[in-house]
């Protein structure tokens, strides 16, 4: 690696195994998904012929253990995540929701049958999942759900609505988030369950190349079985979200380098005034302030994935990554697209695609605001948030 791609040399950080794992995702992702990425996002499509390599390759649920899941750690999830939104943010967060958020919720709350049901498809990519916690009315305070379910007789009924739900119109099986006299309760509801629908929210100028859905339950009966045991409250899903909220302060990092890479490839091949802009000033000030804010990212992504290996990680920590991440990915990626002058506004380069996707990655599982809000409790012992 040269000083241009691994200034601090950060690789010496990883194992072996870790890098070889870090490198095969790489390749996938220059294979499969560099190709054909402009044009999944130019015309909004999600490209579900992946999903199976995906399961292969063991990038779906690859953090869980048994049930057909690969039983990586954190810090090789992470690197995938990066891997994968260097890519794009849409396929990474197809990632995260399959395996952070929906097999994740099966893993950690579902009982053993559960488990064998659902896990072994998902994992191979036979089976997609999504995840129903956010409401129309009810995004960054999901206490204030107002989808419920009610037992009649032997089964459950759940009413109600769930809006920004990645994936819902091409999934096999919903984990539904629903107020019950008990508490707020999760559901495994199979997506072909009468009264059960998702539509697509299109057109979006974020994450093109995924799906996120409106879902509507309308009398949707589900069996007394299909409630998840183990998880009481909102501390079930929020369990959940820490996980792919872990995910992202990885990927964010990807989309960075990625920006910063194609606004090091111009500079250097673009002339201006007789020479390459990068020999200009200016411009190694941007590509250096780049170098700088990726290289520190890495190092906090790369700590926290080492305490989430140790047990020792708290859900603050992660919101420190998450926002500092995110926010210093969107700067990145917004900065490389002026290097790029005019052309940086063309589907021809990377760094405006990366940046209009971080805008949703800064708003999904916790907006900046939440995540300061978080910290700034987590410092002052005072919760801020109403
Ligand atoms: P509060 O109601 O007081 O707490 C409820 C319980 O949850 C616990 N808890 C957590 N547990 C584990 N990890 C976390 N990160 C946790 N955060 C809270 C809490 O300790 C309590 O437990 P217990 O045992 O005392 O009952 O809530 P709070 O005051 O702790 O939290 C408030 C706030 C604002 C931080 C929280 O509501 C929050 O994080 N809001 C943001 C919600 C969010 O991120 N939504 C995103 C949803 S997913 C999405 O964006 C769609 S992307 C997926 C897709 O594409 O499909």
Not at 33 to 39: A, F, G, K, T
Not at 54 to 67: E, F, N
Not at 236 to 254: H, K, S, T, V, Y
């Amino acid at each position: 690696m040269t000083l241009a791609m691994d200034y601090l040399g950060l690789d010496a950080l990883l194992s072996a195994e870790e890098l070889a794992w870090r490198d095969t995702v790489r390749a996938f992702v220059r294979e499969r998904i560099r190709p054909r990425i402009r044009d999944w996002y130019e015309n909004a499509v999600f490209p579900a012929e992946l999903v199976p390599e995906m399961g292969s390759l063991g990038l779906l649920g690859s953090h869980l253990s048994g049930y057909g899941c690969a039983g990586r750690s954190a810090v090789e999830y992470g690197l995938a995540a990066l891997e994968l939104e260097a890519g794009d943010s849409g396929l990474r967060t197809f990632v995260s929701v399959q395996g952070s958020l929906a097999m994740s919720a099966i893993h950690k709350f579902g009982t053993d049958a559960q488990k064998e049901r659902w896990l072994p498809g998902m994992a191979a990519g036979e089976l997609i999942g999504c995840f129903g916690l956010t409401e129309p009315e009810a995004g960054s305070d999901p206490a204030s759900m107002t989808t419920t379910a009610r037992q009649a007789g032997g089964s459950w009924v759940i009413n109600g609505a769930k809006r920004w739900i990645g994936l819902a119109s091409i999934a096999d099986i919903a984990v539904i988030w629903a107020r019950t006299e008990e508490g707020i309760r999760g559901f495994l509801v199979p997506t072909d369950t009468p009264g059960f629908t998702a539509t697509p929210i299109e057109p979006k100028l974020a994450m093109r190349a995924s799906i996120q859905c409106d879902i509507t339950l309308e009398n949707v009966e589900v069996p007394a079985d299909a409630i998840l045991p183990g998880a009481a409250a909102l501390r079930g899903p929020f369990a959940c979200l820490n996980e792919a909220r872990f995910g992202i302060i990885w990927g964010a990092m990807g989309a960075a380098r990625d920006a910063y890479e194609a606004a090091l490839d111009y500079a250097l091949n673009r002339s201006q005034f007789g020479k390459p802009i990068a020999s200009f000033q200016l411009t190694q000030e941007k590509l250096v302030d780049m170098v700088l804010e990726i290289q520190k990212g890495l190092l906090v992504a790369l700590h926290i994935g080492r305490m989430k290996d140790a047990g020792t990680l708290v859900p603050e920590q992660i919101s420190f990554g998450k926002l500092n991440n995110v926010r210093t990915a969107l700067a990145i990626a917004r900065q490389a697209r002026t290097i790029l002058g005019g052309n940086g506004v063309s589907m021809d380069y990377s760094p405006m695609r990366h940046a209009n996707n971080l805008e949703g990655v800064r708003t999904y599982e916790g907006t900046d605001e939440i995540h300061i809000l978080i910290m700034g409790r987590a410092i002052t012992g005072i919760p801020a948030f109403s």
